[in-house]
C-alpha cells in the first residue's frame, strides 16, 4: 500500500508541476527547469513532505523514489542470481552525503550491506542515468567520477525523476 501511495503522490507531483508535457533528457535531468519552475517543484516537495526544509524534502523524496522503484528479485524472472536492490540516503558531513546499499538474496537468507560517503564539494551536481532497452534496470551514475552508483528498476519517468531530485539535493548540500 505504501508504494502504491509513494507512485500516486510522485504521479500528482509531477502532474501539478506540469513536468510531464516534454521528454526529460537523460543527461540533463534538471536542465529543463527554469527559475520559476524550479521554485513551483521545490515549494510542491516541501508541501508533500510538510516541512520548510528543501533539504529534508528533497532527501524523504530522494529516498521515497529509491523505495518505490527498488530493483527487487521479482523484478528478474529468468535471470540466474536474482536479488533485492535496496538504497538510502542519509546526510553527512557538510557537503558530504551517505548511500546505504543493502542487497538480499533471492531467498532473503543472504544480506550485504554497503556504505558508501559521497563527497560533493566541487564536483558537477548533475546525475546522469542510463536504461538500457535490453535491460531490467536503470544505472545512475555518480557525480563525482562517472562510475554507476545504484540501479532501479527500468522506469524512464522513475529515473528521471530520481536524478533531478539527487541533482537538486546535491546542489543543495553543495551550499554547506
Not at 500528482?12 to 521554485?39: K, N, R, T
Request: charged share 20%.
Amino acid at each position: 500500500m505504501q508504494l502504491r501511495l509513494t507512485r500516486n503522490l510522485i504521479a500528482g507531483l509531477l502532474l501539478a508541476g506540469g513536468l510531464l508535457a516534454g521528454p526529460l533528457s537523460a543527461a540533463e535531468p534538471a536542465a529543463v527547469l527554469s527559475g520559476a519552475e524550479q521554485e513551483r517543484y521545490l515549494s510542491e516537495l516541501k508541501r508533500l513532505y510538510l516541512t520548510q526544509d528543501e533539504r529534508q524534502a528533497l532527501l524523504a523524496h530522494s529516498n521515497g523514489l529509491l523505495e518505490t522503484y527498488a530493483l527487487s528479485a521479482a523484478y528478474q524472472v529468468g535471470q540466474a542470481q536474482r536479488q533485492d536492490l535496496r538504497y538510502q540516503l542519509r546526510l553527512g558531513a557538510p557537503g558530504e552525503l551517505l548511500l546505504r546499499e543493502e542487497t538480499r538474496g533471492a531467498q532473503g537468507s543472504d544480506l550485504a550491506v554497503r556504505n558508501q560517503r559521497l563527497a560533493l564539494f566541487g564536483v558537477d551536481p548533475f546525475i546522469r542515468y542510463d536504461c538500457p532497452p535490453a535491460g531490467i534496470s536503470c544505472v545512475l551514475f555518480s557525480p563525482a567520477d562517472g562510475s554507476p552508483l545504484l540501479s532501479i528498476v527500468r522506469d524512464h519517468r522513475g529515473a528521471a525523476e530520481l536524478a533531478k531530485a539527487l541533482s537538486f539535493l546535491i546542489r543543495n548540500l553543495q551550499k554547506g
